[in-house]
Nanobody, 115 residues
Framework: QVQLVESGGGLVQAGGSLRLSCAAS????????MAWYRQAPGKQRELVAT???????NYADSVKGRFTISRDNAKNTVYLQMNSQKPEDTAVYLC?????????WGQGTQVTVSS
């Protein structure tokens, strides 16, 4: 079992920055990939960014150049640094981990970007 706890959401003005954290209950070396998804009201869940066990990363086109996913292995924590935020970034952000072909999810954290 993997438990994920997100933090760092909140209200920010357009153009501002937030950093989300996702703390895992196990060593992230044992996790194949960790990702951030987001879900806005009435919209499908969207994959925002992924970091793989080898360190490579992928981003949705909508956030490339603005968001950065990273990890701190010693803290078993993955981060999502969000810069130059736009109102369309408003959503619940969820942390995901894939370990031995199983998906694990955090409870989500709300991010609201005001115009």
């Amino acid at each position: 079992q993997v438990q994920l706890v997100e933090s760092g959401g909140g209200l920010v003005q357009a153009g501002g920055s937030l950093r989300l954290s996702c703390a895992a209950s196990v060593s992230i070396f044992s996790i194949n990939a960790m990702a951030w998804y987001r879900q806005a009201p009435g919209k499908q869940r969207e994959l925002v960014a992924t970091i793989f066990s080898g360190g490579s990363t992928n981003y949705a086109d909508s956030v490339k150049g603005r968001f950065t996913i990273s990890r701190d292995n010693a803290k078993n924590t993955v981060y999502l640094q969000m810069n130059s935020q736009k109102p369309e970034d408003t959503a619940v952000y969820l942390c995901n981990a894939v370990r031995t072909w199983r998906d694990y999810w955090g409870q989500g954290t709300q991010v609201t970007v005001s115009s």
